[in-house]
């Protein structure tokens, strides 16, 4: 059983930055992968950035450049830098974790972008 708590979100002015973190309780070091998604109100869950176990980040083509995801095993954590926030990045953030034979995922954080 792996439990996922998100932290980080907030309200942050067009062009700024937020870190969200990701804590995660249970196993995760045989995971797949670990990766953030978000969600924007009427919009379907989107993928915003993954690391795989092997430590490959992928991102979506609207955060290249701007948001960078990190992993760190020791500390069982999994954060997005947000950088050059846009108001289309309001959303509710999911921090989700893929092991081989299930997959979790957190409560989500908002964070909204505005001036």
């Known amino acids: 059983q792996v439990q996922l708590v998100e932290s980080g979100g907030g309200l942050v002015q067009p062009g700024g930055s937020l870190r969200l973190s990701c804590a995660a309780s249970g196993n995760i070091f045989s995971a797949l992968a670990m990766g953030w998604y978000r969600q924007a109100p009427g919009k379907q869950r989107e993928l915003v950035a993954v690391?795989?176990?092997?430590?490959?980040?992928n991102y979506a083509d609207s955060v290249k450049g701007r948001f960078t995801i990190s992993r760190d095993y020791a500390r069982r954590t999994v954060d997005l830098q947000m950088n050059s926030l846009k108001p289309e990045d309001t959303a509710v953030y999911y921090c989700?974790?893929?092991?081989?034979?299930?997959?979790?995922w957190g409560q989500g954080t908002q964070v909204t972008v505005s001036s």
């Open positions: 690391i795989t176990g092997g430590g490959s980040p």
């Open positions: 989700s974790v893929i092991l081989p034979t299930s997959r979790y």
